[in-house]
């Protein structure tokens, strides 16, 4: 069981905005930064989030991150159909001395 | 191109090793710290090992301490992973990454910002 968390699965329709969680605790995502993964089914992941709320160059400015105490949000808004992917967090854990993922969102576009 | 590529992937009967390689290219790898992730069949994503720029320092998660190795040669562009003593939950990809360093104002948050197409490993009789 992952000591970060996520909830297994989010929707939206096109156009509309969806925010998916990760939850954490004081050793990890409450005293790190929080990085956000996107990966379509067959392929590697891809970084989409780092540093909590900091874009690399290529991601769409539709995608945003942010972190609040032992958890953190990636919102995406104007869902396009391609959008639709798994979504992890990462961070490190002090506790364990080790790099966890949240077990991951798979977004649907309905 | 800026990519990195896996090898040695295949299956295994339990209590036996692989070596798993990762080579890169389109950047200069010896500026980076290396990771092994892996992702068993529809599960989430793991962390293994890392080894800093020089190798000087690696570290590992508990669940594969002491059977896995991570190395790297840097004049040849190369991350490795020996893996030994194979159970059957070890069945996975494995993925070489890249830790980016994204600095600014004096603080470099890392993130796993180059991912390979990953090596398959499967561990069955």
């Known amino acids: 069981q992952s000591v970060v968390t996520q909830a297994p699965s989010a929707s939206g329709t096109p156009g509309q905005s969806v925010t998916i969680t990760c939850s954490g605790s004081?050793?990890?995502?409450?005293?790190?930064?929080v990085n956000w993964h996107q990966q379509f089914p067959g392929t590697a992941p891809k970084l989409l989030i780092y540093d909590n709320d900091r874009r690399p160059s290529g991601v769409p400015d539709r995608f945003s991150g942010s972190k609040s105490g032992t958890s953190a949000s990636l919102a995406i808004s104007g869902l396009h159909s391609e959008d639709e992917a798994k979504y992890f967090c990462a961070t490190w854990d002090v506790s364990l001395s080790a790099w966890v993922f949240g077990g991951g969102t798979d977004l649907t576009v309905l | 191109e800026v990519q990195l590529v896996e090898s040695g992937g295949g299956l295994v009967q339990p209590g036996g090793s692989l070596r798993l390689s990762c080579v890169s290219s389109?950047?200069?790898?010896?500026?980076?710290?290396g990771h092994w992730l892996r992702q068993a069949p529809g599960k989430g994503l793991e962390w293994l090992s890392y080894?800093?720029?020089?190798?000087?320092?690696?570290d590992y998660a508990e669940s594969v301490r002491g059977r896995f190795t991570i190395s790297r040669d840097n004049t040849k562009n190369s991350l490795y992973l020996q893996v030994n003593t194979l159970r059957a939950e070890d069945t996975a990809v494995y993925y070489c990454?890249?830790?980016?360093?994204?600095?600014?104002?004096?603080?470099?948050?890392?993130?796993?910002?180059?991912w390979g197409q990953g090596t398959v490993v499967t561990v069955s009789s």
């Open positions: 004081g050793s990890n995502i409450g005293v790190n930064h």
């Open positions: 990454v890249r830790e980016g360093r994204f600095c600014s104002g004096g603080i470099c948050p890392g993130a796993f910002d180059l």
């Open positions: 080894i800093t720029i020089s190798g000087d320092r690696r």
């Open positions: 389109g950047f200069t790898f010896s500026s980076f710290e």
